[in-house]
């Protein structure tokens, strides 16, 4: 802009001074005319080609409106002052979407079955693409001023008619043994049986052993028992989850469904075959599966504490076979 206005600045200083020498000069006024014109072509040429580069318009210039993709609301203004430096701006909005995705994203939660075969619970999974908003944010434009923020959500997919009879057929059944005399280990193994006890999945639906259990602590009633860790064998609050979600794996493998994560532990259990384990942790290793089938299919536990063993059932309805 300086240099713009520099040389619209020795154009004018020019003219000034080309009249003047004309008027002492004599020169007719058709002459001056044509230089004149010879002198601002070739001035105002140059200006001219340094006039993109300083005065065209960019989205850096504007304020855009991020709007939920579901709803149309404006979620808020963003001003993509960075966008014509390259680096900057991806490094901007990868951490723009990240707190977004902090703010938006959630597990689904698996639905229940009641004593009284009712449907209870379940949470929607909401996902915000990250990389989807950024690709977004990279083609802005001076046509419009709002971005989409690409949030999906999928239900879990069950009905109350297509879990009807659900507790009629086994298709994945597998058991266990532990020492009931381990009492901290047998309360363990008892919460988290009881936390995946008639969790229900439609065709589709996923689990997630830490999600549905949740974070495992004494105010929650867990109790220390021991836990292997780095191959070594020490006591931690929690100690014998593994073993229900061991169990878990294999019921469900037997069943036929998707394991999706499963992570061994760093040495060999007692209550399963080697490498037919699945350790878990909270905030660490997790065991997945996806209910794979066109069916949905139910959870079951059964724990036996005088003989100390526990049963896990994959079921479904009999119509569905």
């Not at 002459?31 to 580069?53: D, L, M, N, R, W």
């Not at 001003?79 to 430096?85: A, L």
């Not at 229940?112 to 990279?138: A, H, P």
């Not at 009629?168 to 309360?187: H, M, S």
Request: aromatic share 8%.
């Amino acid at each position: 802009m300086k240099k713009i206005l520099g040389s619209l600045l020795i154009v004018s200083v020019s003219l000034n001074a080309y009249f003047a020498y004309d008027m002492y000069e004599d020169h007719s006024l058709p002459k001056q005319v044509e230089a004149t014109k010879q002198i601002s072509e070739e001035i105002i040429e140059e200006v001219v080609e340094e006039v993109p580069k300083a005065l065209v318009p960019t989205p850096a210039n504007y304020t855009y409106q991020l709007k939920d993709s579901r709803t149309g609301q404006v979620i808020q203004q963003y001003d993509p002052i960075h966008f014509n430096d390259e680096k900057t701006y991806k490094a901007d909005i990868e951490k723009l979407a990240k707190e977004l995705a902090k703010q938006y994203d959630q597990p689904m939660k698996n639905v229940k079955l009641d004593s009284n075969g009712q449907l209870v619970g379940g949470q929607k999974r909401v996902v915000l693409k990250e990389k989807e908003l950024m690709e977004n944010l990279r083609s802005l434009t001076l046509e419009r001023f709002d971005v989409a923020v690409p949030i999906y959500e999928t239900a879990p997919n069950i009905t109350a008619e297509n879990v009807r009879g659900i507790n009629e057929t086994v298709i994945g059944t597998y058991t266990t043994k532990f020492n009931a005399g381990d009492t901290g280990r047998t309360r363990n193994i008892e919460l988290s049986a009881q936390a995946i006890q008639q969790v229900v999945l439609g065709p589709g639906d996923s689990f997630s052993y830490n999600e549905v259990v949740g974070e495992r602590t004494a105010e929650r009633g867990y109790q220390p028992a021991p836990e292997i860790i780095e191959k070594e064998l020490v006591m931690g609050i929690g100690g014998g989850i593994c073993q229900t979600s061991s169990t878990l794996f294999n019921a469900v493998d037997e069943a036929g469904l998707k394991t999706t994560t499963r992570t061994h532990h760093s040495k060999e259990v007692g209550y399963v075959p080697a490498g037919r384990d699945a350790t878990v942790s909270w905030g660490g290793p997790d065991y997945k599966f996806m209910n794979d089938k066109d069916y949905p299919v139910i959870i079951k536990t059964i724990m036996n504490k005088a003989q100390g063993t526990l049963t896990v059932e994959v079921r479904t309805a009999q119509r569905y076979l």
